[in-house]
């Protein structure tokens, strides 16, 4: 979020006077409360793993499918980026057993924010958007604030339309047992990180229902994501805007994730269909996933 900032700055820069003519004279848009979108806040039960410096670390597992059977907790593990684990932190992750670190971000994200190397554990970075996709949005965003969730909603269908083979890639690799116990992580860990994180779901087999209130107990920790970006908020106030502002980039509203899903089932019909034919999922590593990470009783 704060490369977005960046991004949005140059993007003022470039466009000069137009930009501050466009944003001048704007009105405040009202944007409902970050916890009215949480679906089923019981789900954090047994999912959340407390980390002293890191938001938004949760474990994957503990989900049924619809055949009756249950995705296997402590195996792969969904988050924010790594960047500022305390001793704490590393003592917990070890304790866990990861093997696998999975670094979504883009290079300049990961540059400017490296994750703390973990002893014996392998760092895979895998960008899911080039930094040049980032100034897209940030001039998107510029001149249409007040369309920033319509912006949000049509950058998850490009995401699972223009990335699938990435995310194929992050699922074959989650399908081979010797990189697990694994983590996956964005920057905030609730947008390619939910997105992920939905097609392994559906791969296995949960319902749309619960993969969407997995989706949205990144809303738990919104006050976090805005309290990294108050020392962004007076570049911000150059161009008239505020931290409110940017909310629907900070939140995990149910509508985007729904538009994807949405977007994946019209041009496939299916999941599985989409991560065999679009993003390179063999069936027979589908079923392998399926082996691995699913059980059938809870535990």
């Known amino acids: 979020m704060k490369h977005f900032i960046r991004a949005l700055l140059t993007a003022s820069v470039v466009s000069g006077v137009l930009a501050y003519q ?3 004279g704007r009105k405040k848009r009202a944007f409902p409360a970050p916890e009215s979108l949480i679906r089923e806040p019981s789900l954090r039960e047994g999912r959340i793993v407390p980390l002293e410096r890191v938001p938004n670390f ?3 597992g503990g989900y049924p499918t619809t055949d009756g059977r249950y995705v ?40 400017e924010a490296p994750d703390v190397p973990l002893e014996g554990v392998m760092l895979w970075r895998l960008p899911v958007i080039q930094q040049e996709e980032s100034a897209v949005k940030a001039r998107t965003f510029l001149f249409d604030r007040h369309r920033l969730d319509q912006v949000m909603i049509q950058t998850y269908q490009t995401f699972v339309r223009d990335k699938a ?19 996956f992580h964005c920057s905030a860990g609730k947008d390619r990180t939910g997105i992920l994180a939905a097609l392994l779901l559906g791969a296995l087999g949960v319902s749309d229902e619960l ?8 809303n738990l920790y919104y006050e ?48 599985e269909r989409y991560l065999v034919e679009k993003a390179g999922v ?9 082996e691995i990470f699913l059980s059938p009783s809870p535990a």
């Open 165 to 183: 083979p990435i995310f194929g890639a992050a699922i074959a690799r989650f399908a081979d047992p010797a990189n697990l116990p694994a983590v």
């Open 211 to 218: 993969i969407i209130a997995d989706y949205t107990l990144s």
């Open 224 to 271: 976090a994501f805005r309290k990294s970006l108050e020392p962004q908020e007076h570049r911000l106030r150059a161009l008239r805007l505020s931290l409110d502002d940017l909310q629907p980039m900070l939140v995990s509203d149910p509508v985007y994730l729904e538009a994807a899903l949405k977007a994946i089932r019209e041009e496939c019909g299916s999941i």
């Open 58 to 60: 949760r474990d994957f």
């Open 22 to 24: 466009t944003l001048r």
């Open 282 to 290: 063999s069936a027979e590593t589908l079923a392998k996933l399926r």
């Open 72 to 111: 296997r907790r402590g195996l792969l593990y969904r988050s924010g980026a790594l960047a500022d684990l305390s001793e704490q932190d590393v003592a917990v992750l070890r304790k866990l057993g990861i093997k696998l670190v999975c670094d979504l971000r883009t290079d300049l994200e990961a540059q």
